[in-house]
């Protein structure tokens, strides 16, 4: 195989979580580090691909030659991929978007009110970014993640069809949060198959070129 089987390909990841917040000190995250979609990005740039790289609030550094835009909310993180999307061979999603945001934004600190009653919180469902991009007329070839405790082929090929996508990477997680190893679980409309394939743990720079690779072969020849 080619060592620079994306050349001339354009790559959009998206990677870490995302921040919703309630008030101007506070708000709600989750602890996805970023690792695994900035792994994608340097592995993608070495196989020869333009890479732009959509990150949540996440302390990592860039790859080298990777474009990287900064964004907090799900909403920032939609606003940014979706016209972009477009313009790009391959989407991959790692990024582990915050499902619900606070249904309004306080423009203060919400402060205790002495009477010891706590504030509750009315929420409104985040935008699905893979499956607007996948419901794209001029959609790129989209890959998708699914970090499970359990089940992992079933959940993963749930979202598959649900999210209308040819490929679902499955990780065990929350395990896997903020962990330099991973196992992945390669979900498809043929089948699954694990990587590494002996179902052991593996180094996520190195399984992030092993999965590039597999990827780079699924994408449609350009003539
Ligand atoms: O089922 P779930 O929504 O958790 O699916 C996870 C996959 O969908 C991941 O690839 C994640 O990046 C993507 N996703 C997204 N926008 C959301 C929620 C999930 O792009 N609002």
Redesign the pocket.
Known sequence: LSPKPLAGKRVLI?AGPTFEAIDPVRGITNLSSGKMGFSLARAAREAGADVTLVAGPVHLDTPRGVRRIDVRS?QQMHDAVLPAAPLHDLFI?????A?WRPASLSAHKIKKDGKKIAPTFELSE?????AAVAALPDRPYCV???AESEKLEHHARE?LLR?RVPLIVGNLGPATFGRDDNALLLVDADGARALPEDGSRCDKQELARALMQDIARRLPVRD
């Open positions: 998206t799900a999603a790692t990024a582990a978007v499902d985040n935008p699905d970014i893979l998708g993640f699914a979202k999210k």
